[in-house]
Nanobody
Framework: VQLQASGGGLVQPGGSLRVSCDASGITLDYYAIGWFRQAPGKEREGVSSISSSSGKTYYADSVKGRFTISRDNAKNTVYLQMNYLKPEDTAVYYC?????????????????WGQGTLVTVSS
């Protein structure tokens, strides 16, 4: 199983960015997907997660109303659309999945992790 996160970069405060997670070796349709992030000097935290069949989503309070998670099962890809970005959103963003269906921001169940993509929000 491989997860490839991409789409990070430098964006100004208030701007938007979409990061993607392409999967191989696993069919994402059947499993929950999560996005996590780790800022410099901080613990990794859950950002958003989406369930498999129900499409139920969870968001951290810090990103609610600004971030949207979605999946394209045909492409075996999950996206995280990030709007109204703030400097405190600066972090390495990781996608993850595992053999379970219900979304969760608890990272314990996630068995497979991408390598991360750096998002920097700065003027």
């Amino acid at each position: 199983v491989q997860l490839q996160a991409s789409g990070g970069g430098l964006v100004q405060p208030g701007g938007s960015l979409r990061v993607s997670c392409d999967a191989s070796g696993i069919t994402l349709d059947y499993y929950a997907i999560g996005w996590f992030r780790q800022a410099p000097g901080k613990e990794r935290e859950g950002v958003s997660s989406i369930s498999s069949s129900s499409g139920k989503t969870y968001y951290a309070d810090s990103v609610k109303g600004r971030f949207t998670i979605s999946r394209d099962n045909a492409k075996n890809t999950v996206y995280l659309q990030m709007n109204y970005l703030k400097p405190e959103d600066t972090a390495v963003y990781y996608c993850a999945t595992g053999h379970f269906a219900e979304a969760t921001l608890n990272e314990a169940p996630y068995a497979y992790w991408g390598q991360g993509t750096l998002v920097t929000v700065s003027s």
